[in-house]
């Protein structure tokens, strides 16, 4: 399978854990991204990398979270101190760099903080 | 006001009906515009992107009305395996994608 993949697919924490996931974009993806989604809303940006740097962070990534993607590959994404209203699907997805490439999407991590 | 907003639905059409959904963005420097398909509990797929000509595949078509800020898609002769939820998707400068809620179909027998 050369698609996006993540990993796990499930996890239930209790509120105060950390957590991390990760995810394995496309193998010639330069760009990987991650998003959030609730139940009944679009994804939400989070974050994104070109290569090992990550470029642009949204405001909803609070100092809880931080991603890092340290060999240009693969890419990791901590959730420290869990709250509640963390739990959701979180998305990465991977492109090509350039405006009309399209970006595809893994499997998701599905995050239950109980 | 969102930077991306649709009609969340739910849309409930018989096999066979033509229906529509448009999707409006905020952001007129926008450059590239995205559907995709999610069924329940997966992930996003990419269904097609826009072009400004507009552009078709198969039963399904997309236009983009850049005077007027929206992108609609029209499916024809829907069948049961098209029921999901429709997402609509603006680039944004840097490459991130901003979403719709999207648009739930349900296409009955």
């Known amino acids: 399978d050369t698609g996006v993949s993540q990993d796990p697919r499930h996890k239930i924490t209790k509120r105060g854990q950390n957590v991390t996931f990760r995810c394995d974009p496309i193998s010639e993806h330069n760009r990987l991204y991650w998003y959030r989604q609730t139940l009944g809303q679009g994804p939400e940006f989070l974050t994104y990398f070109q290569n090992e740097a990550q470029l642009e962070k949204s405001r909803l990534l609070s100092d809880r979270f931080s991603a890092e993607r340290p060999k240009g590959s693969f890419s990791t994404l901590e959730i420290q101190r869990t709250e509640q209203g963390d739990s959701a699907m979180y998305l990465c997805?991977?492109?090509?760099?350039?405006?009309?490439?399209?970006?595809?999407f893994g499997p998701g991590t599905r995050l239950t903080v109980t | 006001r969102k930077e991306v907003e649709q009609d969340p639905g739910p849309f409930n059409v018989p096999e066979g009906a033509t229906v529509a959904f448009n999707c409006t963005y905020s952001n007129s420097a926008s450059q590239s515009f995205f559907w995709y398909r999610q069924d329940c509990r997966k992930e996003p797929k990419l269904l097609m992107s826009?072009?400004?000509s507009g552009n078709e595949d198969g039963r399904f078509t997309a236009q983009l009305n850049r005077a007027s800020q929206y992108i609609s898609l029209l499916i024809r002769d829907s069948k049961l395996s098209d029921s999901a939820t429709y997402l609509c998707a603006v680039k944004s400068q840097g490459g991130k994608l901003i979403f719709g809620q999207g648009t739930e179909l349900s296409v009955k027998p």
């Open positions: 997805a991977s492109s090509l760099d350039g405006r009309d490439y399209e970006q595809y």
């Open positions: 826009v072009y400004s």
